[in-house]
């Protein structure tokens, strides 16, 4: 690959999405053979992780919703400029764990704050680089709470103790930006078992990728 490509994962919590891109990591290794980078937003590089720190700090819960929207923008142009630009340019493929649909799920459809202005942000903080592809993680409501109550190891953070509204209005989000986005988002019930799930997602990408791969070669 000559270009590099962005693939980004998305989904409310409780998708499962996380465990998903562990799960089938061995397996996009042997794909793409030496030109993996995997991610996750917020963090990634030593800038972005402590602004991590500060937005899930459970002490924060004074935060203000655009406060918290300015900080995962700045988050995310500072691992573009160390990170995920420089990986592209070397023609790898980046796996981000969480990108800009996140802040128009989350913020957006979920604290209520301008789409439009959240768009504009996500373009200033990345320059316009879009992903090549995003895998949408959709989870019903009741199964993605479910999931993260029973999932003890998980980290606890204050966004966690949100309530069943909240999630909903972040699936939502998710899928009206799948809805306006087909050439770009693609859907995988994350409802089904593990293993289902895992199936689905390696049938979108190994197709994509094998592609890709012969489109640059
Ligand atoms: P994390 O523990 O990484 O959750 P997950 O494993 O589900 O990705 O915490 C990230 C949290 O940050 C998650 O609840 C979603 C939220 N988030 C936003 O609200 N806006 C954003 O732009 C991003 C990148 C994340």
New binding site residues.
């Given amino acids: 690959m000559k270009k590099g490509l962005l693939i980004t994962v998305e989904g409310p919590?409780g998708a499962g999405?996380?465990s998903v891109l562990q799960e089938i990591l061995p397996l996009l290794n042997t794909l793409l053979a030496g030109q993996l980078v995997t991610s996750?937003?917020?963090g990634g590089v030593v800038i972005a992780e402590a602004i991590r720190e500060v937005?899930?700090d459970l002490n924060h819960s004074a935060m203000d919703a655009k406060t918290?929207l300015l900080l995962?923008i700045a988050a995310?142009r500072q691992h573009m400029v160390e990170k995920v630009k420089p990986a592209l340019e070397q023609g790898q493929c980046v796996i981000m764990?969480?990108?800009i649909d996140?802040?128009v799920a989350?913020?957006g459809y979920?604290r209520g704050l301008d789409i439009e202005a959240i768009q504009w942000l996500n373009h200033y903080a990345t320059d316009g680089r879009l992903p090549d592809l995003t895998l949408y993680f959709d989870v019903s409501s009741d199964i993605g709470l479910s999931r993260i109550s029973q999932n003890g190891q998980r980290?606890v953070?204050r966004?966690?103790l949100e309530q069943l509204e909240l999630h909903q209005q972040v699936r939502a989000g998710y899928q009206a930006l799948a809805k306006a986005y087909p050439e770009r988002i693609v859907t995988i019930d994350a409802s089904q078992d593990f293993e289902s799930v895992v199936a689905d997602t390696v049938q979108v990408l190994r197709p994509f990728l094998a592609k890709h791969q012969g489109e640059e070669s």
């Fill in positions: 919590d999405k996380t996750r937003e917020p937005i899930l918290e995962y995310r764990d969480r990108f996140s802040s989350y913020q979920g980290e953070n966004l966690d």
